[in-house]
């Protein structure tokens, strides 16, 4: 990102802001309420379009002015789930959507289960599970399309501590295979797990 510039009217966001972002990191967006966190997660996603400044993927799909829709898996505060529908169908939802079969996007999602402790859960209704199980499966999700990019917004808000601890480990442990992971954050301690900071 090289000196993007994003306002809402006359407010100013972003102004003439930098930064390199890489895979295989985990990248903490702090600060307080309103300063920007989610903001600059659209502009990353290419959800929001900068005003002035550019925003590249040389090494991304879609790249190098665009990245690919399918290849971010997002975690909300809000675990965006369907209750109504099994935890597996949630979690190969993505890659199923993205072209894969079913029989493959089942095979990547249970894969991903896996990976967040919840290989056995793959046929619980997902209004069933608690917010911290609800959560990892928003978790799976984002990782079961092997996408290089994993947006978190606020991922820890509603967990308790343990919970809370659980998620972080996942996120550093998905940087560690090589995703790059930006999460915007109030939380010290998962800042404090992060390989780089962006204070705003």
């Known amino acids: 990102m090289r000196d ?17 972002l890489r895979e295989g990191s985990l990248v903490g ?8 966190k989610s903001t600059l997660l659209g502009l990353i996603s ?10 590249c993927y040389p090494d991304l799909p879609g790249g190098p002015d665009h990245l690919l829709a399918a290849s ?19 979690v190969l939802l993505p890659a199923w959507i993205g072209g894969s079969s079913r029989t493959e996007a089942a095979a990547s999602a249970r894969d991903a289960l896996a990976q967040v402790g919840l290989e056995s859960f793959e046929e619980r209704r997902c209004a ?25 917004d606020e991922p820890t808000a509603s967990l308790d501590r343990a919970n809370r601890d659980q998620l972080a480990d996942l996120l550093v442990a ?10 915007a954050t109030h939380d010290p301690a998962v800042a404090a797990r992060c390989d780089d900071v962006i204070e705003l």
Request: glycine share 14%; no cysteine.
């Open 72 to 90: 971010i898996g997002w975690i909300m505060q809000t675990t965006n789930v369907f209750g109504n529908r099994t935890v597996l169908d949630n």
């Open 46 to 55: 290419g959800e929001l379009r900068a005003e002035h400044g550019s925003v």
């Open 128 to 152: 069933s599970l608690s917010g911290g199980e609800r959560q990892r499966v928003a978790m799976a999700r984002a990782l079961a399309g092997d996408n290089p990019v994993v947006l978190a």
């Open 4 to 20: 993007v510039v994003f306002r809402y009217g006359d407010r100013v966001i972003l102004d003439g802001f930098d930064s390199t």
């Open 29 to 36: 967006l702090v600060g307080p309420s309103g300063v920007g």
């Open 174 to 183: 998905a940087a560690a295979s090589g995703v790059l992971v930006v999460v």
